[in-house]
């Protein structure tokens, strides 16, 4: 049995019967988001030795939290039962530790956890709202930590402000999504004929480092143009795989990171970048005429991709979002996770950057 629906036969058989008892008035949230391999349904016998197992999050308001929750974890520690469905329900070798602060707390004995909503999108996002975000919030966000929220399962919404705040975080802006896919050209734009230029001077291995580069770019770009968050490495190829667009693209980037000669992985890569374009048009964004062709009368192979970055940029109407250098999102300038994984350092460094 996958995580999710195991979290969910634990909630609706241990956990709601005992609320419902113990505490028959209480109005709350009971969902599993934030971390976890179970939440985008990738979890295996691997997994388990990880937060894997059944655990419930639930979502109460402040005063509610203040009043109740360390009381109830603590009620439930001692009536809980120490397995469900033949899988312990204690804290068992498990990289995050059971949530303590302010307005999350936990215990080892077992996976129910109580939280404020407003901390857990703070904790995900650095943000207590999931309303009035500005553009610059936006480009802030890593897509693995929207994914994070967004993905998952919502076992009961009493009041409803999970499942809204999921929805209003469930895919980027319009303009946003425009800019992104703009940035997401140039990124192309700049090293595309570095695969057949690093080849033309023997350097092969280079040639394939650059290669790799520009194909997970593409995958990236799949993510956009199927308006889809993409989730951190360990599970970025098989996400990719699940997409609409992976079925034209995949075959390309295979043959790319296959060849042997850097003439069949430029051309490889630049049929990708095809049918990038082709979506790109038959999505409705802004119309371009993709060419692949030579660069600059060099013999490497390469798409017009400033033209469908500016195809992009026409349709942004945020007088803001059109001002931005074409630069990207956290997502886009950096991969490095103790940043992605920092929502607070995320949201500073782009605003320094862009703001």
């Not at 994914?147 to 809204?164: E, I, K, N």
């Not at 098989?238 to 980037?253: K, M, N, T, V, Y």
Request: net charge negative.
């Amino acid at each position: 049995m996958q995580g999710i629906e195991l979290s969910r036969r634990f909630y609706a058989d241990i956990v709601q019967p005992w609320l419902r008892s113990t505490a028959p008035d209480l109005r709350y949230s009971a969902a599993l988001i934030g971390y976890g391999s179970e939440l985008l349904g990738f979890d295996d016998e691997t997994s388990r030795d990880h937060n894997w197992g059944p655990r419930v999050q639930i979502f109460l308001s402040r005063d509610q939290f203040e009043l109740s929750a360390r009381g109830l974890v603590d009620e439930f520690s001692k009536v809980a039962p120490t397995s469900y469905l033949g899988e312990p329900i204690g804290w068992r070798s498990r990289p995050n530790p059971p949530s303590s602060g302010a307005e999350a707390a936990g215990a080892f004995e077992h996976g129910l956890e109580f939280h404020t909503f407003e901390a857990k999108l703070e904790d995900l996002l650095a943000v207590r709202s999931a309303e009035n975000l500005t553009s610059l919030d936006w480009l802030g966000f890593a897509e693995q930590r929207l994914l994070a929220f967004t993905t998952g399962a919502v076992f009961r919404d009493d009041d409803g402000r999970l499942s809204q705040a999921r929805e209003h975080l469930a895919y980027l802006p319009n303009d946003v999504w425009l800019y992104k896919i703009a940035c997401q050209w140039r990124r192309i734009a700049e090293e595309q004929a570095f695969v057949g230029r690093t080849g033309q001077v023997g350097d092969n291995l280079g040639s394939r480092v650059v290669a790799a580069r520009l194909v997970r770019d593409v995958m990236r770009m799949g993510f956009l143009l199927d308006r889809r968050y993409a989730p951190y490495a360990k599970w970025f190829g098989s996400s990719f795989a699940r997409l609409p667009i992976a079925a034209s693209l995949s075959p390309h980037l295979q043959r790319a990171l296959r060849a042997d000669q850097w003439t069949e992985r430029g051309e490889a890569l630049a049929a990708a970048y095809l049918e990038l374009a082709h979506r790109q048009n038959a999505i409705g964004i802004t119309r371009f005429e993709p060419v692949v062709g030579p660069y600059h009368g060099r013999p490497f192979a390469t798409i017009n991709a400033d033209d469908a970055a500016e195809a992009a940029r026409a349709g942004i109407t945020d007088p803001m979002i059109k001002q931005l250098p074409v630069i990207g999102s956290l997502d886009q300038v950096s991969d490095l996770t103790p940043l992605l994984v920092n929502p607070a350092l995320s949201q500073k460094m782009m605003r320094q950057l862009l703001g």
